[in-house]
């Protein structure tokens, strides 16, 4: 692996595939009653969010301190910092603090590259979400349920991704790591938040939800933002849930063994129904505990060591 | 210093190697073999290309208002270390320069730095806020004597506004340069809206954001009879436009930036803001079709768009980071890689399109002048491509009574670009590391060296 972990695209075949097997290995540690190994012991890692996700900081959280390092909460938001040289400045203070990995969230698309490469610290650099480009360990928690769900492997199975693509750097992610790893991506969307150039992204796309559901193994609803309407991308809430929404109808749309995703925070009512988001078909809150698994094995192999950790039983 | 100046052997316009005598702020004499004046000191040019002191269009002094990124007297010497003996000076300053006292402020602070003659350019607009034409009257009749109105950095995108200002300024023979920029089409852009800017998650800045409105103002400029020019112009289609309004015989010009000429939006990918500038880098399909306007005429001139920005400013996440690049110092070797290298463009093509053509579209006398008699060259006439051809029959050489305003330059040195070795107060260059060819040897204005082995004079 790289010694960052900034975009799907860093990850080859083999990379994920050492991800997820070391993630299904750390998972067992969450079955036994002290769920901690001393892998990352003296080690530092630094939560750097810059935009509020409480479930996503708890979940790197989670994930740093079962392995033993010690953790680091910085906050951005609301503090002095807001934009410019100030990411630059909190970089050096946590170089000066001796960070050996920083979990980034920012709001500015690229804002982890800057922090990777601009020689403001040493340490290793894994983007927790950046603006409307990438959220790696997103794709990899996915790929991780899906792989569960669909038979052990992700090769040639079917997967849908619906909604906001244009906004969603899960979108982007999930589609370079699904390809990587052998699925057949389609996304669907209004064509207004399609972005320019998605003809030339290792998937296909459509507008048809309807079409698209059929046909599918696994089915992830994109958060939409209601804000997205005055920017005219769609007319109104209720046309874009009657046209793109995953109802009780389209739910029956799918194969039997079809599994339901989203990312979360889901709108309820807007892009999937309340009754979608419960049934046993749906995966979502399976999704937010492999979360913890697969970061951990991020954080091993980042800062730890290229082969998967075991865990004797 | 201004005393008589012998210039051994230079190739004027890349032509045969001539003498030149410099002295009391003309060219006294000019042809092979000349004898040395008794008292002149000697400048040995041998293998030097001698050309017309170059005019830039569209520089950013930011004085007043951000002398941190650069003042008049930084960015004047930039200039002329990069080979230029005029510059016309963005009015996006603070305060605008908007009225008859801020212009003739910076014209003075260019006059008192000495090393170029500052043109300063009028904003259209009060305050460059897009609502009422400032008094491009009382700039026009200031000390200034501006020619060249512009809201730069924003565009008069008040169609009614643009057509009135349009109109205004042919009562003394003004010109509206226009920042072709739909602000609607381009809400938080941040790059070139196409393949890349999708992958990267970033704000695309859609070609027909610009082409739109050069599309509008070229109608404009017809239907009211009044010269529009186009700053830095980015994509194919609107080269396809101004072609089309050229054909019609409207009087429309454009410019192009040298950074549009060489760079392509796939240094993007690295999300370093010294890539960052308005209107963003393009594609390769796009740079070349600029390089063939920009041989063809029908992009009349080069211009800098030097945008000095702040370390801090630049040192940041790419949405935080100001748009803009230095352009003075880099401006000629960049135009003899894209251009000269590549046998678009021959010497005496880049004294026209870097000095002869922005002098006439600015209406700046003194400038972009290889003859000596009194009025401008094709003064009030439609610039044409290939105007210079004639100069290969006069041997491509200086008249005698010619203004003293030119640039030595070395085709066969090359350099590595180091940003804090430039003159500009800031570090923003995106050609910092590469290696550029040729060299600003020497710069006089009206006789005057300002720069000489490559140093202020």
Redesign the interface.
């Known amino acids: 692996m790289k010694r960052h972990l900034l975009s799907a695209a860093d990850l080859s075949r083999d990379d994920a595939l050492v991800v997820l097997d070391t993630a299904e290995e750390l998972a067992l540690l969450a079955n036994r009653p002290i769920k901690k190994l001393p892998t990352l012991r003296g080690r530092t890692v630094v939560n750097l969010f810059f935009e509020d996700s409480t479930r996503t900081r708890i979940s790197f959280e989670a994930a740093a301190k079962r392995l033993s390092a010690d953790v680091i909460n910085f906050s951005a938001k609301g503090s002095s910092v807001s934009k410019g040289e100030s990411l630059k400045d909190t970089a050096l203070t946590l170089e000066a603090m001796g960070a050996d990995a920083v979990v980034i969230r920012h709001s500015s698309s690229g804002a982890p590259h800057r922090l990777a490469y601009s020689g403001w610290i040493r340490g290793s650099v894994l983007n927790a979400g950046d603006g409307t480009h990438e959220h790696p360990t997103q794709a990899l928690l996915d790929a991780f349920t899906m792989r569960r769900h669909l038979g052990g492997s992700i090769d040639g199975r079917r997967i849908t991704i619906v909604g906001d693509v244009l906004h969603s750097r899960v979108a982007r992610s999930n589609v370079l790591l699904l390809a990587t790893l052998g699925a057949e991506v389609t996304l669907v969307a209004p064509p207004t938040l399609l972005p320019v150039g998605v003809d030339g992204w290792p998937c296909s796309y459509g507008y048809d939800l309807d079409a698209a559901l059929p046909k599918s193994d696994a089915v992830m609803m994109l958060r939409i933002q209601r804000e997205r309407m005055q920017a005219a991308y769609f007319p109104s809430a209720r046309e874009y849930s009657r046209r793109y929404g995953l109802d009780a109808r389209r739910f029956g749309l799918l194969p039997e063994h079809a599994i339901v995703m989203h990312p979360g925070p889901m709108n309820r009512g807007m892009e999937i129904a309340a009754e979608v988001a419960d049934s046993d078909r749906s995966v979502i809150v399976e999704q937010v505990t492999n979360g913890v698994s697969v970061r951990m094995a991020v954080l091993y192999l980042l800062l730890g060591g290229r082969e998967p950790a075991e865990v004797s039983a | 210093m201004t005393g008589t100046w012998f210039v051994r052997g230079a190739r004027v316009l890349g032509g045969k190697p001539a003498d030149l005598v410099v002295s009391d702020g003309v060219i006294a004499d000019a042809g092979p073999g000349l004898a040395v004046p008794a008292g002149a000191q000697l400048l040995d040019a041998s293998g030097l290309i001698a050309l017309p002191g170059l005019v830039d269009l569209h520089t950013h002094l930011r004085e007043p208002g951000r002398e941190d990124a650069e003042t008049v007297e930084s960015g004047t010497l930039a200039a002329a270390l990069g080979g230029y003996t005029a510059v016309f000076a963005m009015p996006n300053t603070d305060p605008a320069a908007d009225t008859a006292g801020v212009v003739e402020q910076v014209w003075r602070l260019g006059a008192a730095a000495g090393y170029v003659d500052v043109a300063p350019v009028g904003a259209v607009t009060v305050g460059r806020r897009g609502e009422t034409l400032a008094e491009l009257g009382a700039m026009a009749d200031s000390a200034a004597a501006v020619r060249v109105f512009s809201d730069d950095g924003d565009c008069v995108s008040d169609p009614l506004l643009m057509r009135r200002a349009l109109e205004y300024v042919k009562a003394f023979d003004g010109v509206v340069a226009q920042h072709a920029q739909d602000p609607r089409l381009t809400?938080q852009a941040?790059m070139n809206?196409?393949?890349?800017?999708?992958?990267?998650?970033?704000?695309?800045w859609?070609a027909v954001a610009e082409e739109a409105i050069i599309a509008r103002d070229v109608l404009l400029a017809a239907h009211v009879g009044s010269r529009l020019h186009i700053c830095h112009v980015s994509t194919a289609g609107s080269v396809e436009l101004i072609r089309w309004a050229k054909g019609k015989g409207w009087q429309v010009t454009a410019e192009v930036t040298p950074h549009h000429l060489l760079l392509t939006d796939q240094l993007v990918s690295?999300?370093?803001p010294v890539y960052k500038v308005n209107p963003p880098l393009r594609s390769g399909a796009d740079v070349l079709a600029l390089r063939a306007a920009l041989a063809d005429g029908t992009i009349d001139a080069v211009a800098t768009d030097h945008a000095p920005h702040p370390v801090?400013?630049k040192?940041?996440?790419?949405?935080?980071?100001a748009f803009g690049m230095l352009g003075l110092q880099t401006a000629l070797p960049v135009v003899h890689q894209a251009m000269v290298e590549t046998g678009l463009l021959d010497w005496a093509g880049v004294a026209d399109r870097m000095s002869i053509r922005p002098a006439r579209i600015g209406r700046l006398p003194g400038h972009g002048r290889l003859t000596g008699d009194g009025g401008l060259p094709g003064y009030g006439g439609l610039p044409r491509s290939g105007e210079l051809d004639r100069s290969d029959e006069l041997d491509r050489q200086f008249e005698v009574g010619a203004p003293a305003n030119l640039v030595l330059y070395d085709p066969a040195a090359s350099w590595v670009v180091d940003a804090a070795a430039l003159a500009s107060k800031s570090r923003n260059t995106p050609f910092a590391g590469r290696r550029l060819p040729g060299s600003v040897v020497a710069t006089f204005l009206r006789g005057r060296p300002t720069v000489l082995d490559g140093k202020p004079a």
């Open positions: 809400d941040q809206e196409g393949p890349l800017s999708g992958t990267l998650g970033l704000t695309g859609p690295s999300y370093d801090e400013d040192d940041c996440e790419w949405s935080a980071a």
